[in-house]
């Protein structure tokens, strides 16, 4: 199956830096990439939408411009998150897909377990 | 807005017993519907789907029907095994909503003992 890879898989950092997670699809081009956001032992809740070349369309209640998404190329997204305070602390989860068609396969990364101090 | 409704967790099930994972869902359009299972320290996997009414989706001896009658796409297996430990995530994507955006349930974690 398609793999897609997330990094780091965890990061620390202090109050008031920016971290930035990358996510790549290793062996086909994504033309569309999402950013997941996993609370504990809650669901995965969408924060945004990424096509490639194009500006990414967040969901209602994600400030865009303290989580800051690059869809740069059809096999990497990156996700910074600006100016990061300990209630951002979670898990975020990447998903990258070959296409918007509705039945079409979203394969995730791994994910990468922020921590903010 | 749509939403996915799974039972709660932990489920703990001793190998070869048969398992159920509720899920049900409200969309506003024909939803699509999935099972992703995430193994420990691992990402989402698409595990098995449907696509309209009374479809069956099934892989690695999982089965779920989309019942459009009770907005329902409950998982099944006939015999556990301990490698089925996992957690299990329904999901829906809406045409409606265009693209294929997903929204997840809350996820099920299965615990299968020997």
Known sequence: GAVVSQHPSRVICKSGTSVKIECRSLDFQATTMFWYRQFPKQSLMLMATSNEGSKATYEQGVEKDKFLINHASLTLSTLTVTSAHPEDSSFYICSASRSTIITDTQYFGPGTRLTVL | ?114
């Open chain 2, 1 to 114: 807005g749509d939403s996915v409704t799974q039972m709660e967790g932990p489920v703990t099930l001793s190998e070869e017993a048969f398992l159920t994972i509720n899920c049900t869902y409200t969309a506003t359009g024909y939803p699509s519907l999935f099972w992703y299972v995430q193994y420990p320290g691992e990402g989402l996997q698409l595990l098995l789907k449907a696509t309209k009414a009374d479809d069956k989706g099934s892989n690695k001896g999982f089965e779920a029907t989309y019942r459009k009658e009770t907005t329902s796409f409950h998982l099944e297996k006939g015999s556990v095994q301990v490698s089925d430990s996992a957690v299990y995530f329904c999901a829906l994507s809406d045409r409606s909503g265009g693209g294929n955006k997903l929204t997840f349930g809350t996820g099920t974690q299965l615990k299968v003992e020997l």
